[in-house]
């Protein structure tokens, strides 16, 4: 418990060095790149997004276009996608780790954070 509580008084110092770390943190996340794929039958749909979360390209296979694809396409689409997201929430996530030096300033914020991606 006095752990915590030390752990959230030195966190309390720090909150104006947080606050540019933060914005640092956001310009990091903003340039940085993830993605998501999903394929099946050799036809893929790719995603692109930074680490924010923005869509910044969909790439779909050209057979994919067809009629007949059309369940496919949904379903590569929203697979790819599920993985970019997720895989810039975890940037999100590690980025805040980091800049809090891994203290949790409440009770439970690792947890829920951890939750976030699943």
């Known amino acids: 418990m006095f752990k915590n509580l030390t752990n959230l008084a030195s966190a309390m110092r720090n909150m104006t060095q947080i606050g540019s770390q933060m914005k640092l943190l956001n310009a990091k996340l903003d340039a940085s790149r993830v993605y998501g794929n999903a394929s099946s039958m050799g036809m ?44 810039s929430k975890e940037m999100h996530i590690s980025g805040f780790k980091e800049l809090t030096g891994g203290v949790e300033l409440f009770p439970g914020q690792n947890e829920m954070l951890e939750n976030m991606v699943k």
């Not at 997004?49 to 009629?67: K, P, T, W």
């Open 44 to 87: 893929a749909v790719n995603v692109e997004m930074n680490g924010l979360g923005s869509v910044l390209s969909i790439s779909v296979s050209e057979d994919l276009m067809a009629i007949e694809h059309k369940v496919l396409l949904e379903q590569l689409t929203k697979d790819s996608m599920n993985q970019a997201i997720k895989s």
